[in-house]
């Protein structure tokens, strides 16, 4: 099993400039996270899918950021335009809702927004 | 007070010591409980998963929840220096269907010293 697939693992990129970010989760998952993690606020939920569909956008932190899931096997979280705040790791997690509610994470993208 | 609180450290232990790592939290809708283990540069591996109160054990790794507290343990006996790392709980409520996001302690840097 090759596990969650992040990609680009890293990326920099200027102030007003758009980033995509993407993922490929576990085959056979349903469930999709994406999350960021800093130093000043650790690791936080920003958005989560279910059977494709978003259900809790809730951390999101402004309309600059978007995330879709077009099938089961691909997502993209996209900042448009980035500033140097969004400078973070941003990782990617999937689960089987089925079972418990242990999630496996991807490698992480780190974003660095000059 | 944020939903779940965890020392940062660092703590440094010599090799072979028992180390405990805990967390509580504030929200008695959590019934989910994980520990995962985070190395440098990585994404968070799971390490422990428990639901509810009581004790779970894995090899060297023991996970004690305490729901009367809201208070959650990781013990690590005979630890070694590959299990120096940045070790983060996580919790999730219960919910009706589809999946929940994890939420995050900040995690404590552990030090195991050889």
């Known amino acids: 099993d090759a596990g969650v697939i992040q990609s680009p693992r890293h990326e920099v990129t200027e102030m007003g400039q758009e980033v995509t970010l993407r993922c490929k989760p576990i085959s056979g998952h349903n469930s999709l996270f994406w999350y960021r993690q800093t130093m000043m606020r650790g690791l936080e939920l920003l958005i989560y899918?279910?059977?494709?569909?978003?259900?809790?956008d809730s951390g999101m932190p402004e309309d600059r950021f978007s995330a879709k899931m077009p099938n089961a096997s691909f997502s993209t979280l996209k900042i448009q335009p980035s500033e140097p705040r969004d400078s973070a790791v941003y990782f990617c997690a999937s689960r089987f809702s089925g079972r418990a509610r242990e999630q496996f994470f991807g490698p992480g993208t780190r974003l660095t927004v000059l | 007070q944020k939903e779940v609180e965890q020392d940062p450290g660092p703590l440094s232990v010599p090799e072979g010591a028992i180390v405990s790592l805990n967390c509580t939290y504030s929200?008695?809708?959590?019934?989910?409980f994980m520990w995962y283990r985070q190395y440098s540069r990585k994404g968070p591996e799971l390490l422990m998963y428990?639901?509810?109160?009581g004790n779970k054990e894995d090899g060297r790794f023991t996970a004690q929840v305490d729901k009367s507290s809201k208070y959650i343990s990781l013990f690590i006996r005979d630890s070694q220096p590959s299990d120096s790392a940045t070790y983060l709980c996580a919790m999730a409520r219960r919910s009706g269907g589809g999946a929940d996001g994890l939420t995050f302690g900040k995690g404590t840097h552990l030090i195991i010293q050889p």
């Open positions: 428990t639901y509810s109160s």
């Open positions: 899918f279910n059977n494709n569909v978003p259900i809790d």
């Open positions: 929200n008695s809708a959590f019934q989910y």
